[in-house]
């Protein structure tokens, strides 16, 4: 799967909220993410521009798991990338396979997310622990197609919200500092 994602800095949710109830999108959940970056033994992901993260969203009195690997930036204007996800069931256990094996934790990133769903596109109000507020919208694409009509298609809804500035192709990792 390829994640066709772009992402703004702005500075105020409550006018964005409005556009969003404007245009017809459905607020579809919230959620507080905790995630781990790694690095790798044999290469450096800062250089190779890939991730490495374990993500635990706390819901229903559990939490969610995911082991998520997203490749290099495909292209110059957005968050295009291959992203394999899969679930796992234990965080600390899967920390320790990936240190067992050379990989080590970079970083933490923690964000409360407020999710909307837009035509086939999901748009995510991000409040980010030491990095600030951004709006990202992704849609999914195969592998095989191309994916400039869906970062076209991504840039035309920020212009129904009202954004036009403020795009942000670095990592949160990389807005923190993370090297």
């Known amino acids: ?15 964005v909220k ?26 450096d992901f800062a250089q190779t521009d890939e991730a490495l993260r374990i ?12 082991l998520t690997y997203k490749g290099a930036k495909l292209d110059g204007v957005s968050k ?8 796992v069931s234990d965080s600390e256990k899967m920390a320790s396979i990936l240190g067992n094996i050379g990989f080590r934790a970079a970083a933490n990133v923690e ?17 980010v622990k030491k990095v600030g507020s951004f709006v990202e919208i992704e849609k999914e694409a195969k592998e095989d197609e191309d994916f400039k009509d869906a970062v076209d298609e991504i840039f035309e809804t920020y212009k129904k919200l009202g954004i036009e500035e403020g795009f942000e192709r670095r990592s949160y990792l990389e807005l923190m500092g993370v090297k």
């Open 1 to 15: 799967m390829i994640e066709v994602e772009v992402k703004a800095h702005v500075t105020n949710f409550e006018d």
């Open 18 to 43: 409005e556009k969003l109830t404007e245009i017809g999108a459905e607020k579809i959940g919230t959620e507080h993410q905790m995630d781990v970056y790694f690095n790798a033994p044999h290469r």
């Open 55 to 66: 993500r635990e969203i706390p819901e229903n009195g559990g939490k969610r798991i995911i």
């Open 80 to 87: 295009t990338r291959k992203e394999i996800e899969v679930d």
């Open 111 to 127: 964000k409360d997310r407020v999710i909307y769903l837009f035509n086939d596109s999901l748009i995510s109000l991000d409040q």
